[in-house]
Each structure stands twice: as C-alpha cells, then as structure tokens.
C-alpha cells in the first residue's frame, strides 16, 4: 500500500461540522459540511469524513479543533466535580473575585451563574506552605484519604480538583495528595494545579483546575469514542487536537489537558489567518469568522496575532494561552426578536437542530439565514451545492409573522433591519480589539470567513472605513483549513515575583532552563526530537504597582537593560508613553514548538480579465449601497480567474457560502484566487 499523503482537518460549529482534506502530493483541497450532531457529538466529525470520501488508511494527520469542553461548562454538563485544598480555604473558588462583569456594570439585579461546585462537594485537609513555598505545616496523609472518602462515597463525585495554596513554588504536597487518592479511587478523575499551571493567583489556578476537572472525564470520553471510530474506518496515522492559543497537541495530551482546547475551534481560524499575513504581505489582519452561533473577531497586529494568557469561560477566569477573541452571539443562526418592540438579533441561537426556519427541521423563530434568504442573497437551490434545499417561503413567512407585522414593515424591511442590527453590534465588537486598544481599523484589511462572514464583511468595511475585505477560498471551511498549518506546541510557566533590576540572573537562567526541559519532553513525548524543538522564552512586566503586565520576548542572554527596552518599546506602541518606574516581573514563559509542514498556498494562472465567463444569471436582491432591491450579478467562485474585476451589485456563490457586495464596492481575484473587496476608486 502506498504511503498515507492526506491531511485532514475538522472543525466542530455550533451548526455544522466542516471536513477540509489537503493531498500532500498534489496540494489539491477539498472540503464538505455535516450538520452538527450535539448529543453525540462525534457522530458529526464521522458524518463529516463520510462526506467528504477521505479513504482514512491514506490519511497521515487527524487535526480536530472542538468547543466541547467549552460548550459543557456553558449547558453545565459537567461532570460532579469536587476539590481538596488546605483547611480554611474551602470556599476560595466559590467567593471568587467579587466583581461585576464589564456587560453587567450597571445591573444592580445582577446574580452570577449557579457555581460549578457546590459547598458541600468541597473539603479542606491538613497541610500548609508559606508563600515562599516553605513548609509551615507537613501534609497530614490521614485527612486526604477523609476528605477524597467524603467527597467519592458520601457525595459521590466523579472528578477531583487538588489545589494547595502557594502550591505553584513547590508542587510536592499536590504531587503526594493525589498519588494517595489515585490508590485508594483509581476509578475517579483527579486534576492536580500544578500539572496545569505553575503561577501565582490562588482563585484563578483554582478556577483553572476546577474546570479542567469538570470537563476532563466526558473530554475523555469524547475522545475515546471519535479515536474508536476512526480506527474503525482505517485510520492508523496522529491525531492532533487543536490548542487555544494556537498550535496542537496530541489527542493522549489534549485529554489530560482539557482545558486546553476550550477555544480550539476559533484557533484554527487565527493559526490560518497568521499563514496568511505572512504569505500574502498584510502583516495587519482582522479576523472576522461569522458562524453559526457566534462571531469571532481578532487583531493580528505585524503579522502575529494578539495573544493572553488568561481565558474566561463565563465569569471563570482560565490561565491558559489563548488568542484575544472577541465573541459575540451573532451567527448565521442568531435569532431576531422583538423586545417592546425593538428589534433585537441573538444572543440566542437556532443552532444544528432545529436550525433555522428556512432548514425545514422544524425551526419557527426567523434568523440571520432566514433574512438572507429573504434579501436575496441566498439562493435556495444551491445551498451546500444544492445538497440542502431551502424553503425560502416558509423564511419569509416567519419573517413577515413574527417581525414585519409588528413593526409596520414589509418583509425584506424587515430582513434590511436584522443585517442594520447584527452590523451595529458587529462594529461594537469590532472597535473594542481595535479603536479602544489604540487600533486604526483603517490600515487594516479584514480577512473574512466563516459561513456567514463574506455576507457581511464588505458592509462592516464600509461602516468602518477598512481598506480591503479578503476572501479565502473556502470560507466556511477556512477555520479547518488553518488547522492544517498547526504547529504541535506547548506552553510551561513560572512566577517570579521580583523587580527586573533586582533579579539574580542566573537563577532567572535555571528557572528558564527547567521550564525548557519540560517543554523539550512534552515535544518529545508527542513525536518532536529534542533537536527539532524550538524554544521561544518570553518574560511577563509590569511597572512595579501596577495591576497591568504585558509580554516581552527574551533571548539565551538576559540582559536587563535591552530587556527594559524592549518593554518600553511595546509600551509606548500600545499606551502612547513609557515610564521610569521600576520593572517587576511576574512570569517566565517558555513555548516550545515543533514545526509543521504548512499546506502551500497555490499561484493559479492568471485569467483574460473577463469575469463574464463565471457569470451565472441575474438576481433580485437588496442593495445596502442605495437602500433597494436590485438586480445583482450573480458569479460562480470556481470559474473566476486572477485578474478578475468587476464591481457590485455582486454575489459571488461557491456553494457553502456566499460573498455580497453592495454598490460602491469593487471585486478583484487575486493571484491565489482571493476575493479582494475594496471601495470603488480605491487601490486593491
């Protein structure tokens, strides 16, 4: 049998399941949708390969990017989850911070959602070190056994969260905690802080821990079950699960690291969107990724994409890398609704089932589809290809029902005023990763994908003076296809806690070194030799009595003043200013990396210019351009060309989606077949 050469990727959305393959030898993609399955989910991924033929034996890399854990702690379908930490201290995860979420400020009827531990599932055991990780008080083996007794017999959890305080200096306590309940309950599902997160912040290591524990054991089984089904369709090659804050894993680490992968879905997007910086020269990106339940936008700024290292999955804080993603519930199935009669668009969602109205799986409520459909944009035969036929009459009854009636408005004004809604909310969004962090949106080009995105983006452009809209080929699958340029990557801390002038310099050394060796083993137990893996070394600053840090990258030698300089640098770039304070360092990062094969991005031969040969008819629809229903030219995506222009009113079709461009606004096919949407009279 001859060598597996394909790739496949697989994205999980809140309504379908994307399937993107990459043929290594011929670089060729092909790329088909599945609806989401949610109450298993990996029937979907399955549904999706089915799909798409991919012959699995040939298959060399599974990569798999899934909001599962993220969606469990959403629908609370955890499992029970208790924690062990020091006697007096039980209740550090419940009372939490205190505060008010930013959206919530003003709520004075306000109430946090219900916690994901309960009073009762948690316990406290004898056992203590001080904040320089000396040992105030030995662990007491007796009080762990009674509390994991307490909580697995008379409570009866299922998973169990050690965190110890100031455990982050000297993890053994933790380490010996769980080895003695790992023998009296092997059954029972233990997440240890330190095997997480080795930094300071008692509340949010323990919030990290809680939630990695909640989701680890149905993680687990998911991805047991989607293991199982591949193998059973010939699959013998890696599986990778994607991380967060970019690169992958593999599948036996993702499921000791759950947490890990909580965004993992969006990633893809943004590991894909970065590529594409770099390769087509725009090193200032906005990702703009519309799907079914959400919009997803971030800023990748000199070609690398603005990262964190704390997540928050509803008010739980995670210290996890992650990519800056501002999301929002506005997708393609985000229902409209009236509010007194103000109309309003999501947060709430059709979904997969029963998906929007115009679906015919017995959806009521009109949405974003349904008004896209209504305006013209969606052509009901050709939906997924034409495998999925549209009812677009029962679209525009619901539309009529439901929102145009009340309001005194005709059902297109109606289905206008649903897109006039979810572009208001989108520029809110949009200017908070851009304006309100000192961004020019105007020097940016917006890198549209997603299965809604390109319905959307030229009007955003507009509204916001943004240059350029690009198109990838394959937008609703471009998330799966950014996968594919994934490097395996892991990350490892420590805290410091100690002013930059003061620090000892080669004990900043050995802590990087040690923080090194865990990552050139976790590379290696994934596949990477030690001399392939590459170490980035990054410091987290702050200016000593602040509350606000950022993230410096370092090199082998540590020199202080170039250290400071390169602080200053990044702080005038963000806040305008730099200061003479001292530097406090709260963090050492190490991320190691083994590079992946990127797919190739293919230079197609250039085409006579005509866009007429793509020209497939003329169709009535709404033109934001002059507020009225025009005809619009309506072009088939594949038979374009580089070097294609033409202007709108334009609709280009390529089956899972669709790009709308109002008048006003010109179209050029770039030389990798990009979509390139700029104002009439502006360069491309």
Request: with cysteine; aromatic share 6%.
């Amino acid at each position: 049998m001859p060598d597996p050469h394909l790739r496949l990727a697989v994205d999980i959305g809140g309504t379908f399941v994307d399937a993107m393959e990459l043929n290594t030898r011929t670089n060729e993609v092909r790329f088909r949708k599945a609806s989401t399955t949610p109450a298993r989910p990996w029937e979907g991924v399955l549904n999706a390969i089915e799909a798409l033929g991919t012959d699995l034996s040939q298959v060399e890399l599974f990569i798999h990017g899934t909001t599962l854990g993220l969606n469990a702690v959403l629908e609370r379908r955890g499992e029970p989850t208790g924690i062990i930490t020091n006697d007096g201290f039980r209740d550090i995860f419940l009372i939490g911070r205190g505060n008010v979420p930013a959206d919530h400020m003003y709520d004075f009827q306000y109430q946090r959602p219900e916690s994901l531990v309960q009073r009762r599932y948690t316990a406290g055991v004898t056992g203590r070190l001080d904040y320089k990780g000396r040992v105030v008080e030995e662990l007491d083996p007796a009080s762990v056994r009674a509390a994991a007794r307490t909580l697995v017999e008379e409570q009866g959890v299922k998973s169990i969260a050690i965190c110890f305080l100031h455990s982050f200096l000297d993890p053994a306590h933790e380490r010996a905690a769980a080895e003695l309940i790992r023998e009296a309950y092997p059954e029972v599902s233990l997440s240890v802080s330190t095997d997480i997160v080795r930094e300071y912040r008692e509340y949010e290591r323990t919030s990290t821990t809680v939630l990695e524990a909640y989701i680890r054991p149905i993680f687990e089984r998911y991805v047991d079950h989607l293991e199982a089904g591949l193998a059973e369709r010939g699959f013998a090659g890696r599986f990778l699960i994607m991380r967060s804050g970019g690169g992958s894993m593999t599948s036996t680490v993702a499921k000791t690291s759950p947490t890990h992968t909580v965004l993992s879905g969006p990633a893809g997007g943004i590991v894909g969107a970065a590529y594409l910086a770099e390769t087509l020269g725009r090193d200032n990106l906005l990702t703009f990724d519309i799907g079914g339940t959400s919009l997803d936008a971030c800023v990748i700024e000199r070609g690398d994409p603005v990262a964190a290292y704390e997540a928050q999955l509803e008010h739980f804080p995670l210290l996890i890398p992650a990519y800056d993603i501002r999301t929002i519930g506005a997708g393609g199935g985000s229902i409209a609704w009236l509010d007194r009669e103000l109309l309003k668009v999501g947060p709430q969602s059709a979904g997969a089932d029963p998906g929007p109205v115009c679906y015919g799986r017995g959806g009521t409520r009109p949405t974003v589809t349904d008004a896209a459909v209504a305006l013209g944009y969606v052509d009901p035969d050709r939906f997924l290809g034409g495998e999925m036929g549209l009812q677009a009459e029962a679209a525009r009854r619901a539309l009529d029902e439901q929102i145009a009636q009340p309001l005194g408005l005709t059902p297109v004004a109606a289905a206008a005023g649903i897109f006039d809604v979810l572009l208001a909310k989108t520029v809110g969004a949009v200017r908070q990763i851009t304006v309100e962090r000192g961004h020019d949106p105007r020097v940016f080009s917006l890198l549209a994908f997603g299965g809604a995105g390109p319905l959307l983006a030229p009007l955003l452009a507009r509204e916001m003076g943004i240059r350029e809209v690009v198109v990838p080929y394959a937008p609703s699958g471009f998330s799966a296809w950014g996968m594919l340029s994934a490097d395996i990557v892991n990350d490892f801390s420590r805290t410091v806690l100690a002013n930059l002038d003061d620090i000892d310099l080669d004990d900043l050394a050995g802590r990087f070194a040690e923080a090194e060796q865990e990552a050139v083993a976790s590379l290696g137990n994934q596949g990477v030799p030690a001399e392939e893996a590459i170490l980035e070394r990054q410091l987290e600053l702050r200016y000593l009595g602040q509350e606000h840090s950022m993230i410096v990258s370092v090199g082998r030698v540590l020199d202080p003043a170039a250290i400071r300089a390169s602080f200053e640098e990044l702080h005038r770039a963000r806040y305008g200013h730099a200061m003479e304070n001292q530097l406090q360092i709260l963090n050492l990062r190490v991320r190691g990396i083994g590079r992946t094969t990127r797919p190739e991005l293919a230079s197609l031969p250039a085409g006579d210019g005509d866009p007429k040969r793509a020209l497939l008819a003329h169709r009535d629809a709404y033109d934001f351009g002059t507020r009225e229903v025009v005809p619009f030219a309506v072009y088939d995506r594949a038979t374009l060309a580089p070097g294609d222009t033409f202007t709108g009113p334009a609709l280009i079709d390529e089956g899972t989606s669709t790009t709308v461009v109002p008048s006003g606004q010109r179209v050029e096919v770039d030389q990798h077949g990009y979509l390139l949407v700029t104002l009439v009279g502006e360069a491309s």
